[in-house]
């Protein structure tokens, strides 16, 4: 039991990424007072293999995945807008990606550190297939490549979100700006102050050193300790844990999604004319494939295929299972009967939930965590939106915000070992040797809370001045006409089908 | 010539289009259709969002009869559709001043 | 008695409806139908080739009504369904010489 | 003012709305409907359960003309949807009492 | 050739599990007589990597998969109904399972070791990362989340194949019940039976310290050896062969299908109004899902991607291609036409028979198994349904039982070394040399037949007690109205489509 | 930097495969030269797993994904039919394969060597569990099991891609016969022409034999060596450069489609009635699922997930990014909208085009790739195909052959080393070190224009023999009135909804 405990951790907030390049030139120099480096680690194929099905898990997840389940809810004349719209979303930014959001996100940023990272990784520069990126187990490596692609498939779905809460009146063309925009100046620094970290062998190595070093050595060692620890997104010095990005993804494209239904106001005739799900096949078909493909994201995001990768795997299969019976349940004690489609949103919410918490939580609390989150998502989607009166199209407010919410404090809570969780991995005190830190839970939730109030003010004013911008440039919404008609017809030219 | 428009229950059809061949009408034009009567519809709910749905499911037979046939046709239709049951739907009879059979161009009774 | 057949735009139904049974017009028939008029349709695209869509949907709403209430029911209609868009749709009023409730066996007036 | 109703194979469509067009007709309205006629149907086959369909996919168009159109839009329709094969369908002409176009309220004629 | 023939076998009837604690008391003990025990076994990262995949993909072929392929199958008024049931029963046995499910299939029963497992392992205790799973190959483990995830995913797909059989007239309620009922008393029940036992290394040191022991120790050797022997299901110990779950799943599932389909009655309307799939298009992705799935289901089986795993794997596609090709040419010769509709039975059905025959048959026996099992479920399907007049409403007891039944058959046959088969290991003759056990065709037939017939018995007469109890509680069908308008409205208040 | 450019290569033009039996005669006759043989290579697991998820990957590809892609395109009434005969050709090959395909792509073909192999391993004879199959790295295998299924799932989807140019007007008997010949007079020999070589260790160990012979040795040496050289398929001699089957697939299958569309000339009511794809959703979901699989279908084509599978992997993902929004952007200039379909189309040519390129470009010579695509192929499709008045349905010429040529082309400029491109290994300079060759860049295109322009030829005039044939036999269309009922009906007896 104890070996569990402290294993399946990640760093102090460290969800998903910390590369770093194994010739990284910040840790050659520490390598200076270190003993000799050890011969470069060689990539286990058994996690080069995980890594890259884990990518094509996600990539499923956003296309066919979400582009259906979003698809499947819209009426039928914006069928087509809303796929083209994950499509376009998916292509546009992980091109973005690949020019400089990665290096945005997994550089150094100089004075800007704290918030985003640089350009001197823009257009992959000096990424070959022999670079390698840290995981979380000190000595284990995987391609840089591998780490590039799997992160491009978060930058790919988390924006494509958002358009759930704007869905059938938001223009193609505004859509496309706006995009180019939020994955620019929210997401890439999001992810680089929550998952932007030197990796566990430069923590290892850097304590080691310091703990070696007497004398003179000592205050440089300290330097070096001290430089490799700054070395760091803000939010992950804050010491928040956050598995697989509930953060970074869920809370901060779902309070995106909710700015932008504000701006945007409602679809016409919202309140008056019914609006059901065009398919609830179609529906299902996605959030079906969304809980197959998120088992990449989730366990992908332990990066390596070790012993703990089982940890996440079950708890985000359990978890939704009880989430999705959850939902129901509620539904059919509030509103008379179980719904296919709470069904679908029950499944969508416990994914969300566990995200955070996946790799951190006991098999039972997940279970708890699923039974929780349905019934205050389902709170939100009904009572509150109705007691709002915002649209909030396909509730990615309701369902990924909140839901992403519930799983962040969760985690804080679930991960206490003494209620099956896992612990908090110390990288540092005992390097190399996988020993648990303390768990204070006063402490932990703080940095939770800090988390999730840093995504949802910089994405909320963030989405806030960047859907106003697009606005005002090209305009948001189509003619009223228009939208009557259908994006598929009034933005594509076409019709979703022809029967 | 009559046209005689049924409106009824969906799983009815196979009974009144066999009960109307038995009459030795060999033509018919069926149409699905959304009906609004007394007979209530139901509640869809989606999401906490709650739709009364009036409109129920229905098929329309239009069938274009020589004036002779109009009573044995509305006999075997209601027979064939009926249920007893609230929302059997109706049978409407107007008047047709003229039929073409496009394939041969005859045309009244002997295009039916 | 007589039929009153309208065709309109789609997103009016719920509006139509809700005038005709406030006059207490208890049944009607709805049909999903594609409409050719003056409103001119769209262009759809499908790799390069571009096909002219003339057609554009519509609801079309049969209601049987007694000869006291064809009057009020047009207007009603009219009210309702008018956007003063090109498009709006038309409304035919022809005879009906015979009605029955399939259920009951009532007829004319008393079936609607 | 009749009402034109005509039953026609799907694929003749756009070959009879030509042809009206040419009249000078500029409205029309059109449902998918099924068929049930000489033409026979064909059999589906699910796991062993062999099922007869006999209702052929059809389209019904309706336009409505002033009286002293009629024959020529008869005509027409008549010459553009024969193919001489067995299921070209029917033409049938009812009288209409009224018309009124929703968006301006002109009737009968001018509404056309 | 030798080589092959020996090595891909799985122990007695082991298809699927054996999982054996790493350091489980009972294997410790006999330890103490054996040799000092050997550093604890490393999970294979590749194992570990496919594994995972492979429970993703049985995920897959329950949701969307299955769903799909049902789904399409109903008509329109039933479609969301369908999927419901296919989710509902997906989360409620999956919950089961880590609650007492998987203890109650793979932990020691006592004095009911025969038919059932006991409760030790209830809630997951004692499983943690570093609990491993025995394989099929000496000294090779995975971890044991691994095989509780993967067992997991066969747990909660064979109830949901009994939907097939009663669809368009259960009730959602009375489905919930019957679920948690079955699983419980039926399938954990068989999966014992079938699936437990100690594993290669157990039998194997035993059998190597039974050789060693001489004089006094002898006697006690020979008492640790018969105890491992013995502590397996009776299935098991039949010696039948079951490579990935012909009898616990298929023949399992096909036989409650068919005593719900009698229980029930049929459908009205049943045989005189048309009741044509609503979407042969959805069935068609689900038989394809189905298909793309089952290598995870068949494949896995084998436990590691070991160079036997190429075995099941290319007897799984090729004894599908050759099942659809045949149902659709018995068709064409009989009907007149070769159906999409036979295309994917064909599918369904080849896939079911080579089930228990892929780790065991050789490719040109898979082919000649593909062949010979569409015929027997065509004929089933419309000849004995037809003069029988039970309303099997998706042919479950006709793909899945008669399906499993000749692959049950089949499997003891293409086993034959003479014929290109695999041939039965022997684990205690010479422990981790992978020799070869004899092969005797009527010996083995009767094993089959019996694990066949077991089967049978248990799922028939507990699925009729279950049902009956369910009918008697809360009732089975809905009123005739409600079955009238459909199951998605009157069950669960939706519409499938709104076009 | 160096290392990288080396690596990424494939022997000469040896895309895919380069199967050489471990214990194969012609070798072990070389290794009598040579020094001691080395132990027999194991497998490694990472690397096992992998290729079993790429297969799996491939075959959803096929279906759903290409039969969804496909059958989206088509009228209401041939739906099925498209569904069909995807999954009967799929069915019909994989069973070929086995029974010969396999041998006549993968075998020494004796005096036809040069264009076609023999029937040495017909029925798979001599394969097994422990024969194993070369990669193109040195001392790596994959059992031989894998790469046959593999490649069996390459055999399958390439003549189901003809199917598009036709669709709709095809009689299913005629397209069963059909896809029987063309698999075997032209893709299997293609597939032995393009793949067919003796592997990285046959070419090395010559060399050194060679270069360690001295006196008599010498002319036997070297005798051996140019054996060893000759014993591949002509177009690999030749040079060219498919990383993962641009020519074998999408130029042999385009080029058959428009033959294909020419002899059965277009159907009835082409250009005059509107024939819009009766579920632009299904088109979609399809495209989707083919992009998923692609990864199978091109990161497998490494044949290992060694560090060089990052290069095809970010570039499969890249370029049909790029690909996707350029289709996109000249639709919107040329028509006005951007529309769903051309977002597929974009999708597919993107993917057809850096097939044969993935492993050897660069990241950003990708984009460029995807970019320069999109509008040849949309220039093909429309204006071109207007022009000529052919009908290819589904725009299998203007999207397969057309983009497979751009691809086929751009390889061989985007390999250069100058322009982020991984240079051309050389296996026998310095066999086992990965050094790269030379690289010239008229000299490659030449290579490539031959690959093509043979590619183009033998499927060009073959397929035009076979669809000659078979209407002389069976008749390719049904009678005009069955084509205007619809294929489902008339052919398979069946509707595809019935809603
Ligand atoms: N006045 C009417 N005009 C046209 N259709 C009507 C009229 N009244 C009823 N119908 C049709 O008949 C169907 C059945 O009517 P309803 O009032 O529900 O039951 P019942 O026929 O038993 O009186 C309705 O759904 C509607 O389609
Ligand atoms: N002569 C006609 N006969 C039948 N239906 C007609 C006729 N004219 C118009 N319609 C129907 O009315 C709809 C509206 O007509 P349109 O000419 O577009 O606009 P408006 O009603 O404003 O004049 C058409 O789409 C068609 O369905
Ligand atoms: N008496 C009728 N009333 C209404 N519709 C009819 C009638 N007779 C035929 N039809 C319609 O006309 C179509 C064609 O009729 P059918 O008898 O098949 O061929 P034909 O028009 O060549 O005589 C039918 O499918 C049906 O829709």
């Known amino acids: 039991m104890e070996f569990r405990k402290v294993a399946r951790y990640a760093g102090v907030l460290g969800a998903l990424g910390a590369i770093a390049l194994f010739v990284e030139p ?13 011969p470069p680690p060689v990539p286990n194929k058994g996690d080069s293999a995980f890594m890259y099905i884990a990518s094509v898990l996600v990539l499923m997840m956003t296309v066919p995945g979400l582009a259906l389940f979003y698809g499947g809810l819209v009426r039928t004349k914006n069928m087509l807008s809303m796929f083209m719209q994950v499509f376009a979303t998916l292509c546009l930014v992980a091109i973005l990606w690949v020019l400089y959001g990665y290096s945005m996100a997994f550089t150094n940023g100089g004075s800007l550190n704290d918030f985003v990272g640089g350009f001197s990784k823009a257009f992959l520069k000096g990424v070959d297939s022999t670079t390698l990126a840290a995981t979380f187990s000190n000595g284990v490596y995987i391609p840089e490549y591998t780490y590039i692609i799997f992160q491009m498939t978060f930058a790919c779905i988390t924006p494509a979100l958002i358009l759930g809460a704007v869905a059938e ?22 992810a680089h102050m929550v998952w932007y970290w030197g990796g566990p062998d430069a923590f290892g190595n850097a304590a080691k050193a310091l703990a070696a070093a007497t004398g003179d050595a000592k205050a440089q060692a300290q330097a070096a300790y001290d430089a490799v620890m700054a070395d760091a997104g ?7 844990l956050d598995f697989a990005g ?8 779902g309070i995106a999604g909710l700015v932008g239904a504000l701006i945007l106001g409602p679809r016409i005739g919202y309140g008056k004319e019914p609006m059901p799900p065009h398919s609830l096949v179609n529906c299902m078909i996605g959030a079906a494939l969304l809980w197959v493909g998120w088992f990449g994201f989730n366990v992908g995001s332990n990066l390596e295929v070790n012993q703990f990768a089982g940890v996440p795997f079950i708890n985000t299969f359990i978890a939704t299972c009880a989430a999705g019976l959850s939902w129901v349940i509620v539904e059919w004690i509030i509103k008379g009967k179980p719904s296919a489609l709470g069904m679908a949103s029950g499944v969508v919410a416990g994914l969300v939930a566990i995200t955070p918490a996946c790799g951190f939580a006991g ?3 997940s279970i708890v965590l699923g039974l929780v989150v349905s019934p205050i998502c389902f709170f939100f989607c009904s009572a509150i939106k109705g007691a709002l009166g915002y649209d909030d199209s396909l509730d990615v407010f309701g369902v990924h915000c909140v839901g992403g919410i519930v799983g962040a404090l969760g985690t804080g809570l679930l991960v206490n070992p003494a209620w099956g969780g896992a612990g908090i991995a110390d990288y540092t005190s005992k390097p190399g040797e996988l020993v648990a830190g303390t768990y204070d839970m006063a402490t932990q939730m703080i940095s939770q809370a800090k988390a999730v109030g840093m995504t949802l003010v910089w994405s909320g004013i963030g989405s806030a001045i960047l859907f106003k911008l697009v606005d005002i440039i090209i305009g948001l919404r189509p003619s009223e006409e228009k939208e009557r008609e259908g994006l598929d017809i009034t933005d594509h030219g076409e019709s979703a089908y022809h029967y | 010539m009559k046209l005689i428009t049924a409106v009824i229950k969906p799983f009815k059809l196979e009974e009144v289009r066999s009960a109307l061949t038995d009459l030795g009408l060999q033509g018919m034009t069926v149409t699905e259709v959304k009906g609004y009567g007394r007979q209530k519809g139901h509640t869809e709910i989606y999401r906490g969002a709650e739709y009364a749905v009036s409109f129920l499911p229905k098929i329309k037979i239009e069938v274009v009869v020589p004036g002779a046939q109009v009573d044995k046709a509305l006999a075997a239709i209601q027979r064939a559709a009926k249920t007893g049951q609230i929302g059997d739907g109706k049978i409407f009879v107007s008047p047709i001043e003229h039929t073409v059979r496009i394939r041969t161009g005859e045309s009244d009774d002997d295009a039916l």
Do not use: D
């Open chain 1, 363 to 365: 098999v039972m609390g």
């Open chain 1, 246 to 253: 509930g953060t970074v993804v869920h809370i901060n494209a």
């Open chain 1, 234 to 240: 803000i939010s992950f010095k804050w010491g928040a």
């Open chain 1, 169 to 190: 009146r938001l223009k193609f063309s505004a859509m496309l700006v706006f995009m180019a925009l939020w994955a620019t100046f929210i997401y890439f620094p999001i």
């Open chain 1, 26 to 38: 910040a840790l050659a120099q520490q390598a200076a007072t270190a003993p000799a480096a050890p």
